[in-house]
């Protein structure tokens, strides 16, 4: 037990001190870390493993006892939120298919046609999710437009009230007032009810899609919450955009409809009971994503894309046909209701909840010349997103460390709102830019000081809602804006958009995003046709457009499916060249500075999260330096007293245990048999699957794969079953259930080995195992998430409760 | 008409070629004088503008007479049908071209909302609303004869004063027109009144605000200052106060489970120091 004191005691310092601390335990230890060092002190240590593997629970108590018995000395394990944390509270998602006998039982009963109704069920689920996604992102469309219609026009009428007769700081507190009560109800059910419904959603089903298991994120209520945040915070006027959470939508309502059941409702179909897996449940996922960009952008191949670049992390053709398909139908959707709600019945030419419009008059052609400047226009919006995202980052720390109280983030939200309309009011207030209303289509023109007749311009980027306001910025004739009003629109709205991101309200990031750099890409447009007095090519739509390009580019730093994105959303392919060159420089400039805002968000959260490869530098580390040990394990019967210890005991929460050859021998090597997760343990105890009973021929069901769907997702937690004290002396086998071939490692195998093995298959639990197949350590998730790649090197993340 | 169809004959085309029958020749003669007719009347009236008012006559009349060229069946047999000798044999289709035009025209123009349903004159709110438009500006004149003594370009108070009721009449009038208008009307290009109405009303407003400097919103300046500052004071106040009672979350760290934790930190930060 000295090693394992050893051990506590200076992790714990180490935690806790910083560089001298460690500099004074680095001298000596260097000594024996080095090659021949090293390989001493390995073999000091498997034997002290082995008593460990075998009396698994036993050793574990005593540790957990030795801990606690420790703490009190050291100073208290409590560090402020930072960003070098993985939060305890994830856990990983199952999708490598366990094979236990249960599951050959039902291959063996199910036929071959019985597995080509399943394939046809797929494709029925696809078509199913792609028409609820059109149609909740119509619903969104239609409701915000009518409830923000109502909020201008009430506004309005304030307004042009009160000009005539003085006290338009009435209107200014009418605006505000309305926006923040609107915002406050929308906060109020994201942080009460569903706090997993903040934000975008993107960064949370990449998560998902990574094999990370986000509490609460595909449930029905989270759906219902996300729906109505989104249009409430959009309807209160905040530098929101209703796109991001359409792809959160589409997630949840695959996740739903694949399953045939809500949870939430308590209410089952039972249709569709074979998919109810992890690994069925994902591939519809990503599908449902890719359906919820195509109705948010009308880009059902930018949706496809989508899906590959930032979710789906397993992936192969018949997926992506099958996601092509639910976008296709997701895009059809909304563009035929969308058509009989405009009037213009069946006319399928209006596809996503935003349209950039066409893009295909003269004056739009670009020629060779103009490709340094939109490069260049690249450069500024990778440097203006790292700005943002820079500032975004310190905002959502102090978020993170002192807004963390519910009332709060509501307050919070709420003043945003009030501050977003005090700043739309000032600005229309001071500006001095009109335009003639005649032969323009301003939705709801501001006359204020201007003269009868004229609007005020700096009131159509202001009061409209922002995806009305790209567009106006896009297709409004030269002229229509003072470079004046579009540089202070740009400055205040890259602080409001920055402000707004990481709030407790359902909201993405899309549209703000366009609408700041089509501000200043019409301005640099107006500038350089000022330039060159006034030549026929600057026209500033277009610079607007690869404006907005390059600051989305240069906020999410995403490459091909925004290009194609845009591409499919302008409805030109001759502008694909030009994006994708303004979107490439613009995340090659951005990433020199700070990454992307959604994995600096996935890593604010603590989340352990993946990436493709295994830190470079990191070939050194040897699975035994990664694992975790000691492994709680259980034999191959055991009884069922330890198994409800082991799955009761709160300080080791574990998900999966190696089972071990079930020999009373303790002197003899415990080779690996299989392994077991918990929520399979908890289905056995809960139908009572002993051994003794068995023995008693007690009339009982075999148990099938069936009972073990019907849990998933939500597994009772182990408190809620009871055994009595004499069903604890008794012996569950275990052979049956486990998976009985686990993916092994050797210890010698190297981290980015191991990072590839559990990558590429998905696995939540990779057993660490010696020459002799005895277990040593576990790796999993979140050993090796917490090797980064930093400023100075390789950093290691700890481990945290959050 | 018919000199005018004689001279066409005697100059235009050989008398050997049977191309065109007396009576096509005098449809098309008749569509002639009707777009000369229509293009005088809508280039005499463009400024200020009065097109609908005017020339919606002439444009009935023109489209009556296209109409008929277009029905018109040559008496001798089918082939010698006049909508198609003159409407579609020959590569630029100039009658084709011209009705074209006069109809884009008319479109953008919008003169089909200030006309009645059956074409025949103006409609009654057309009437109504430049009837009050008609007051207002004979309103200003009036006042402006009596300033002219004054010889004070600026000042125009009197006007102000005198024309206040007419002036927001017709422009209550023509809000609610246009509200009207876009209530019936669904897509956007109806969404636009008549142009003689419009600019009719851009002239009178163009006057008042621009000329008259008649409209004076009362800037209360003083008042959105204090009340903006306060609302902008109120994050400052918010984060501040959290910053300083709000209790910073803690996070508990962990003690993973691992062997040699510290050598193999060690041995990263050997390597990458």
Known sequence: MANVAKKVSWSGRDRDDDEDGRAGETTPLLNGTGPGGAGSARQLTPSSFLRIGQLSNVDLNEDSHELETELPRQRPNEIPHNEKLLSLKYESLDYDNSENQLFLEEERRINHAAFRTVEIKRWVICAMIGILTGLVACFIDIVVENLAGLKYRVVKDNIDKFTAKGGLSFSLLLWATLNASVVMVGSVIVAFIEPV??????????????????????RLKTLVIKVCGVILSVVGGLAVGKEGPMIHSGSVIAAGISQGRSTSLKRDFKIFEYFRRDTEKRDFVSAGAAAGVSAAFGAPVGGVLFSLEEGASFWNQFLTWRIFFASMISTFTLNSVLSVYHGNAWDLSSPGLINFGRFDSEKMVYTIQEIPIFIFMGVVGGILGALFNALNYWLTMFRIRYIHRPCLQVVEAMLVAAVTATVGFVMIYCSRDCQPIQGSSVAYPLQLFCADGEYNSMATAFFNTPEKSVVNLFHDPPGSYNPMTLGMFTLMYFFLACWTYGLTVSAGVFIPSLLIGAAWGRLFGISLSYLTKGSIWADPGKYALMGAAAQLGGIVRMTLSLTVIMMEATGNVTYGFPIMLVLMTAKIVGDYFVEGLYDMHI?????????????????????????????????????????VDILSDT????????????????????????????????????????????NLNLVQRRLKLKDFRDAYPRFPPIQSIHVSQDERDCMIDLSEFMNPSPYTVPQEASLPRVFKLFRALGLRHLVVVDNRNEVVGMVTRKDLARYRLGKEGLEELSLAQT | ALELAEELWDAGLPGDLPELEPECRSLLAAFAEGSAALTGCLSRRARPVRLCQGCHGHYHRLLAQYGSIARAVGNSSESHNCAKSILTSDRLQIVVTLLEFFNETWEAANCANCLKNNSEGLSNSTEEFLDLFNKSLTCFEHNLQGQAIDLSPNNYTEVCKNCNETYTKLNDLYNHLQRMNRQGGESAHSAHLCIDVEDAMNITRKLWSRTFNCSLPCSDTVPVIAVSSFILFLPIVFYLSSFLHSKQKKRILILPKRIQSNASLVNIQEKYS
Not at chain 1, 199 to 218: E, F, W
Not at chain 1, 659 to 673: G, I, Y
Request: aromatic share 4%.
């Open chain 1, 651 to 694: 300080s080791s929460n574990h998900n999966g245990f190696p089972v071990v050859e079930s020999n009373p021998d303790t002197t003899q090597v415990a080779r690996l048999r299989g392994l077991i997760l918990r929520s399979q343990l908890i289905v056995l105890l809960k139908h009572k699957v002993f051994v003794e009973r068995a």
């Open chain 1, 197 to 218: 419904a903040a934000g975008s959603g993107i960064p949370q089903i990449k998560c998902y899609l990574n094999g990370v298991k986000i509490p609460h994120v595909v």
């Open chain 1, 603 to 643: 890593q604010l959260q603590s989340v352990p999260f993946l990436h493709w490869e295994a830190p470079v530098t990191s070939h050194s580390l040897t699975a035994r330096e990664v694992m975790s040990t000691p492994v709680t394990c259980l034999r191959r019967i055991e009884r069922v007293g330890t198994v």
